[in-house]
């Protein structure tokens, strides 16, 4: 069992950066691919970066390539999710989700944060 707890969200304004912070418990956090979701209202829950589980590779959606940026500490428990050059259109409920690998990680991950709210204000 594997529980994930997600900070850093909060409203910025369009071209400002926020770094999400996501803490997960268990001595088996290494072993699992890590991702970013997010759900912006009235839309469905879309992938947005991926980490495996040494870290060496990742994975974004081609909307925020260049832009964000997932890493992990694996010594903390904790995946991170530097995001840079925010645009409105980024506005949504961040997850955090834990896979077996990042090929599992869709259609569902085997784990889900509670979320955290992002705001990006024009």
């Known amino acids: 069992q594997v529980q994930l707890v997600e900070s850093g969200g909060g409203l910025v304004q369009a071209g400002g950066s926020l770094r999400l912070s996501c803490v997960g418990s268990?001595?088996?956090?290494?072993?699992?691919?890590m991702g970013w979701f997010r759900q912006a209202p009235g839309k469905e829950r879309e992938f947005v970066a991926a980490?495996?589980?040494?870290?060496?590779?990742?994975y974004h959606a081609n909307s925020v390539k260049g832009r964000f940026t997932i890493s992990r500490n694996n010594a903390r428990n904790t995946v991170f999710l530097q995001m840079n050059s925010l645009k409105s259109e980024d506005t949504g409920v961040y997850y955090c989700?834990?896979?077996?690998?990042?090929?599992?990680?869709?259609?569902?991950?085997?784990?889900w944060g509670q979320g955290t709210q992002v705001t990006v204000s024009s």
């Open positions: 980490s495996a589980w040494s870290g060496a590779g990742t």
């Open positions: 268990g001595r088996t956090f290494s072993t699992y691919a």
């Open positions: 989700a834990a896979a077996s690998t990042i090929a599992a990680m869709e259609p569902s991950p085997d784990y």
